[in-house]
């Protein structure tokens, strides 16, 4: 089994993120990659008009885990338009992760997690997980729960 965990992020909190759960997942699997969602024109906020860097593939993976950064309380729309533009995702076990900075529930975490879900469902996609870090002294807590707790799904949902 393949996973990929493919990341957009500024200002590396969710690579950082997607680095952890990938040392946790391969406790149990050994092949797991990270790669990243980069814009043409470099990462950093761009308007309407987003193009993305050669994007990566999917087809590889059987397992495909999804990170961003919350943007304008929604999800960043570097993340929104490489989702888009991905071609099916039939058979496929998705999670799905986002990293934010502002404490309140009120404050795009679970929107941003509901755009990523929408998507990669109306694509075919099973999500099988998703979780929200905010960026505060606990995340290195929320980041080890958020490990643990796709780890433990994607044993669950092979049984
Ligand atoms: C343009 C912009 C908009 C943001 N909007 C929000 C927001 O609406 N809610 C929030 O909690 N954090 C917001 N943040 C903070 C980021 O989501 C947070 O710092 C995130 O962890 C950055 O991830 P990265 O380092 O992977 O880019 C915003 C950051 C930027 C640069």
Not at 22 to 46: F, H, I, W, Y
Not at 74 to 86: D, F, G, Q, V
Not at 96 to 117: D, N, S
Request: hydrophobic share 35%; with cysteine.
């Amino acid at each position: 089994m393949r996973i990929g965990i493919i990341v957009h992020s500024q200002t590396e909190n969710t690579y950082h993120v997607g680095e952890k759960l990938r040392e946790k997942l391969l406790e149990s699997t050994p092949d797991v990659a990270v790669e990243r969602v980069n814009m043409v024109g470099g990462n950093r906020p761009q308007g309407k008009d987003i193009q993305i860097e050669h994007p990566p593939e999917v087809d590889g993976y059987d397992v495909v885990i999804f990170g961003s950064p919350v943007h304008a309380f929604s999800l960043c729309p570097a993340m929104k338009t490489y989702l888009e533009e991905l071609p099916s995702l039939e058979h496929k076990k998705i999670a799905c992760y986002v990293t934010k900075r502002l404490p309140f529930a009120w404050t795009g975490g679970k929107r941003a997690i509901g755009e990523m879900k929408k998507i990669c469902q109306a694509k075919g996609g099973i999500v099988f997980e998703t979780g929200i870090v905010v960026w505060n002294k606990k995340r290195s807590e929320q980041i080890a729960d958020l490990s643990e707790k796709v780890s433990t799904s994607l044993a669950r949902s092979k049984r």
